[in-house]
């Protein structure tokens, strides 16, 4: 059974909450879709619009994105090595805090 798309509401719950994680409140914009005259500020509607378009279209590529694996991996092992840690730039930082 395929999985049901999210309804608008369901999108709107989704972003607002993302944002909210993030210290982002759209009630700072100004309602509908008018942009404020004064700041040039889009209007709620017109982001949280926007934003459901970019979920839907660009969220689920992201999350099925998968490095490509070294020439004659087993298959069983490239999914594994996906899942590894991106290599940094300076490992330490993030190692020192966990001791």
Do not use: H
Not at 14 to 40: E, N
């Amino acid at each position: 059974m395929a999985p049901t798309p999210p309804t608008d509401a369901e999108l709107d719950v989704l972003i607002r909450a993302r944002l909210a994680s993030l210290g982002i409140d759209l009630d700072q914009l100004p309602a509908g879709t008018a942009a404020d005259p004064q700041t040039g500020s889009p209007g709620r509607d017109t982001v949280l619009a926007s934003l459901r378009s970019f979920v839907r279209g660009t969220v689920g590529t992201l999350a099925a994105y998968q490095p490509p694996a070294p020439a004659g991996t087993d298959p069983a092992v490239a999914m594994a090595l996906s899942q590894q840690p991106a290599p940094m730039l300076y490992p330490s930082i993030s190692t020192e805090w966990r001791k």
